[in-house]
């Protein structure tokens, strides 16, 4: 029986959204793919500056409206709790990062290795500093920025008209239904092809590690069975709501994922992590300018900017997250918070699982790049070859598929809590556990259907598409910002 409390149009969007979706990527796969990184390619080169000098500005920008004077104005949403620094802090990591962080906390820097190897005017030991710092940047602070964006917008909006819709077309308060309508479809795609990217990306490397664990083949049995599992985990979850399951998992996750890289850390090739780690932060920081300006290189335009784009495409999702959960929450909490709290999480899985790849590579252990390069392996096996090189690897790999399922729940948790919340009329309305669980479940069927009939990459290029027009609106978040943040302290 539908509620009367549900916001139709919204609920009608993200069914039909992911329906029509599907069937276009289902309908030709490997067209739909071609064509679709073709468009991508396209946007890319004309819109790269826009990326990456709108990005590095966001990040300065946010930074000022922290240090600033109102800076001090606290986030006050009706019917919703408060919670703890800490549960905020790993709620926030876990839901903007998911299983995705370790798999290429382990593999990223053989891309840009193999990219700047075979640039003459670049010596090999600036390849490898480079190699290890640009991982650092497309998982740090603007990033982070990107997402916070969203999460100050709609904090201040929410403030001023506590029964807004929890939707772009809610926040930014224009009266004509069509570009009401439009901006709903962005919201609501973006979420819809994140996650289905996410989780077509997560659970082949979750099954590869199970594979490993109990020495099985990977085969659809294994990797149905792994599906299954993780579906009842972030159902029940989501069911159950944000105090009793996203917190939890979150928090259990904190501790288990810190846990593990320290552990990885002392057992594995500590004093070459550590050196290594400390020459390639102050790199990191001497060069952030650099990195954040340059445009027209390889890594600009197939990585940075690729990076940017999917993160204004998930920034819709996690911003709407994390302003559920940011009641009571100063304008400078937030926007620290989340730019230090999710750069630190990242930089610091980074350094340990990228140094220890590297580790092996410059030991001739395992030498990823040539693997990559060469196709000997995937990298979801690379990623396990790495993870069992350590003393008691396959004890750690048991640690690593749980870390790695509890991810992907508080991820999905994170996205049907946020479609079920923007689908009820008024954000201050607890969000429907019946839409918590359809949205789980439409979030695992249509990931699951384009991983087997090869649509993953399809949704990927959607997703970095949407990121397109979500530029303009976070423009429109910006000037929202300013406007509101006036209206408060003038009230």
């Not at 926040?171 to 973006?190: E, R, S, T």
Request: hydrophobic fraction near 50%; charged fraction near 10%.
């Amino acid at each position: 029986m539908i509620d009367p409390n549900w916001n139709k149009t919204v609920v009608s969007i993200t069914i039909l959204m992911s329906l029509v979706l599907s069937i276009f990527v289902l309908a030709d796969p490997i067209t739909s793919s071609k064509m679709l990184s073709e468009v991508y390619a396209i946007l890319s080169r004309e819109f790269e500056s826009f990326f990456m000098y709108g990005s590095f500005i966001l990040l300065i920008l946010l930074f000022v409206l922290g240090l600033s004077r109102y800076g001090k104005i606290k986030i006050k949403l009706d019917n919703k709790p408060t919670y703890s620094l800490l549960s905020w802090c790993s709620m926030l990591f876990a839901a903007g990062i998911g299983a995705t962080l370790l798999y290429w906390s382990t593999v990223e820097w053989i891309e840009y290795f193999n990219i700047l190897s075979s640039d003459p005017s670049i010596s090999e030991d600036k390849v490898l500093l480079y190699s290890r710092s640009y991982p650092l940047f497309h998982w740090g602070f603007t990033a982070w920025a990107i997402y916070c964006l969203p999460v100050v917008a709609f904090g201040l909006a929410l403030s001023l008209k506590p029964e807004s819709n929890l939707t772009f077309s809610g926040i930014l308060f224009f009266k004509n239904k069509y570009i009401n309508f439009i901006l709903d479809v962005l919201f609501i795609g973006a979420i819809i092809c994140g996650a289905g990217v996410g989780l077509g990306l997560s659970f082949p490397l979750i099954s590869s590690v199970i594979s490993e664990i109990f020495n099985i083949d990977r085969t659809v049995t294994l990797d149905l069975m792994t599906i299954i599992i993780c579906s009842l985990i972030f159902g029940t979850s989501a069911y159950i709501g944000v105090q009793k399951g996203i917190k939890r998992l979150s928090n259990i996750n904190m501790i288990l994922v810190i846990s593990f890289l320290v552990i990885i850390f002392m057992i594995g090739p500590t004093w070459y992590i550590l050196s290594n780690s400390i020459e390639t932060l102050s790199f990191f920081f001497i060069k952030y300018t650099e990195m954040s300006l340059t445009t027209g290189t390889n890594i600009s335009l197939d990585w940075t900017v690729f990076y940017w784009a999917w993160w204004y495409a998930l920034a819709p999702m996690v911003g709407t997250f994390l302003v559920n959960i940011s009641n009571d929450k100063t304008l400078r909490e937030i926007i620290f918070g989340t730019i230090f709290v999710g750069s630190f999480g990242c930089i610091f899985s980074m350094l340990i699982l990228s140094n220890l790849s590297i580790s092996l590579f410059d030991n001739s252990l395992l030498n990823g790049p040539e693997i990559i390069l060469n196709d000997v392996m995937t990298r979801e096996q690379l990623v396990v070859e790495t993870i069992s090189s350590v003393p008691f690897g396959n004890v750690l790999l048991i640690a690593f598929a749980i870390i790695l399922i509890i991810f992907l729940c508080t991820t999905y948790d994170s996205a049907s809590y946020v479609l079920a919340s923007a689908s009820m009329k008024k954000s201050n309305m607890s969000s429907s556990k019946s839409l918590r669980v359809l949205y789980a479940l439409l979030l695992v069927v249509q990931p699951t259907l384009l991983m087997y009939l090869n649509g993953v990459d399809s949704f990927k290029w959607i997703m970095v598409i949407f990121s397109i027009p979500l530029l303009f609106i976070n423009i429109l978040l910006m000037y929202s910002i300013l406007q509101n943040v006036y209206s408060i302290k003038k009230s």
